[in-house]
T-cell receptor, first 112, second 114 residues
Framework: DQQVKQNSPSLSVQEGRISILNCDYTNSMFDYFLWYKKYPAEGPTFLISISSIKDKNEDGRFTVFLNKSAKHLSLHIVPSQPGDSAVYFCAASGTSYDKVIFGPGTSLSVIP | DARVTQTPRHKVTEMGQEVTMRCQPILGHNTVFWYRQTMMQGLELLAYFRNRAPLDDSGMPKDRFSAEMPDATLATLKIQPSEPRDSAVYFC????????????FGEGSRLTVL
């Protein structure tokens, strides 16, 4: 039973346009939600996070939106660049939750 | 520049052989995770340690997998005997938990079992 879901295995976007990656979760105990980025042959690296008390967090071209009532979050990348092509993992954790649980990932391709 | 170090980076072995993967977490981090990357499950949690004590290894096949942390600088994941279905990339990650969940990952150990 997956607690963190990413229903789109892949996404293709033109350079300069917006990329929107989606994530759904089932466990109400999660306090923090994170996005990690992974290039081939490398380990995942932390990209951006959001606390459950917020609905938006922005860092440069990356913005994460959280809708707690829908148990849904999304990562927006604007404008998308070819270097953003990678696998993006959604993850969830919490102060009262020991683990960090990852979704299956979405492979983003930004076409020049 | 602190980072998580994993060895070996690549391992090819035959079915039935023992495989040991090693991880050196970042000094000062209290939690160490082992994940396995698969196509279907993404990053699948196998086991994790808090202050070297095992907290949960329910994600591992108990009959063949074992995880240990003999000291603060070394975590190991052992597979005995290995099977072709164990072929995957295994990641070690460390962090300070509980907190926001920000983890630092190693580069992974790619295992191929023939």
């Amino acid at each position: 039973d997956q607690q963190v879901k990413q229903n789109s295995p892949s996404l293709s976007v033109q350079e300069g346009r917006i990329s929107i990656l989606n994530c759904d979760y089932t466990n109400s105990m999660f306090d923090y939600f994170l996005w990690y980025k992974k290039y081939p042959a490398e380990g995942p690296t932390f990209l951006i996070s959001i606390s459950s008390i917020k609905d938006k967090n922005e860092d440069g071209r990356f913005t994460v939106f959280l809708n707690k009532s829908a148990k849904h979050l999304s990562l927006h990348i604007v404008p998308s660049q070819p270097g953003d092509s990678a696998v993006y993992f959604c993850a969830a954790s919490g102060t009262s939750y020991d683990k960090v649980i990852f979704g299956p990932g979405t492979s983003l391709s930004v076409i020049p | 520049d602190a980072r998580v170090t994993q060895t070996p980076r690549h391992k090819v072995t035959e079915m039935g052989q023992e495989v040991t993967m090693r991880c050196q977490p970042i000094l000062g981090h209290n939690t160490v995770f082992w994940y396995r990357q698969t196509m279907m499950q993404g990053l699948e949690l196998l086991a994790y340690f808090r202050n070297r004590a095992p907290l949960d290894d329910s994600g591992m096949p108990k009959d063949r997998f074992s995880a240990e942390m003999p000291d603060a600088t070394l975590a190991t994941l052992k597979i005995q005997p290995s099977e072709p279905r164990d072929s995957a990339v295994y990641f070690c990650a460390s962090g300070l938990l509980p907190n926001t969940g920000e983890l630092f990952f190693g580069e992974g150990s790619r295992l191929t079992v023939l």
